[in-house]
T-cell receptor, first 117, second 112 residues
């Protein structure tokens, strides 16, 4: 079974600064996806970024980027130029790829990020 | 944009009641999921479905059942609600296995 570990229950960052959220995972699979989801206070969970394990290049989405280290099974999220609207719970998630059938997401326990003005 | 709609944002029920949580998606997605979210535990999968009338148990199915009679609707049923089922319930859907999941707003359920 796969597990996802987020070792930082809470973090804070000053507005306009950069912050990195950690995520490690455990799997024996070679083909999989990794995701970061964001859940603002009292609002809907939304996808921030996705990484395919077969791609060596790190995914980026505007101010959000990942550092994917496949051998180390590490998948950290970097948020640059932090904004107040980035305040949220952030979840790291793993999804195994297989040729047929459904493979649900496995989530970490989350990191609560507070951006301070 | 994909829309996943959960019927209630807040719900209060009593122990022993049968509770229905409804979820509807409007994008013809194959897969639908029910999670519960508790502080410090993250999201845990209760049940999921990859086709009409198909269902699979997740990590914590005990005390729950599901129904998927139509592709767009996935219902979570608490057969006899108990206080330890007080939680935030999140529904999600995805087009195919490799596509990201889209989430509803969640239902905060309190069992008294």
């Amino acid at each position: 079974a796969q597990t996802v570990t987020q070792s930082q229950p809470e973090m804070s960052v000053q507005e306009a600064e950069t912050v990195t959220l950690s995520c490690t995972y455990d799997t024996s699979e070679n083909n999989y996806y990794l995701f970061w989801y964001k859940q603002p206070p009292s609002r809907q969970m939304i996808l921030v970024i996705r990484q395919e394990a077969y791609k060596q290049q790190n995914a980026t989405e505007n101010r959000f980027s990942v550092n994917f280290q496949k051998a180390a099974k590490s998948f950290s999220l970097k948020i640059s130029d932090s904004q107040l609207g980035d305040t949220a719970m952030y979840f790291c998630a793993f999804m195994k790829l297989q040729s047929a059938g459904n493979t649900p997401l496995v989530f970490g326990k989350g990191t609560r990020l507070s951006v301070i003005a | 944009d994909v829309k996943v709609t959960q019927s209630s944002r807040y719900l209060v029920k009593r122990t022993g009641e049968k509770v229905f949580l409804e979820c509807v998606q409007d994008m013809d997605h194959e897969n639908m999921f029910w999670y519960r979210q508790d502080p410090g535990l993250g999201l845990r999968l209760i049940y999921f479905s990859y086709d009409v009338k198909m269902k699979e148990k997740g990590d914590i199915p005990e005390g729950y059942s599901v129904s998927r009679e139509k592709k767009e609707r996935f219902s979570l049923i608490l057969e006899s609600a108990s206080t330890n089922q007080t939680s935030m319930y999140l529904c999600a859907s995805s087009l195919t296995d490799s596509q990201p999941q889209h989430f509803g707003d969640g239902t905060r359920l309190s069992i008294l």
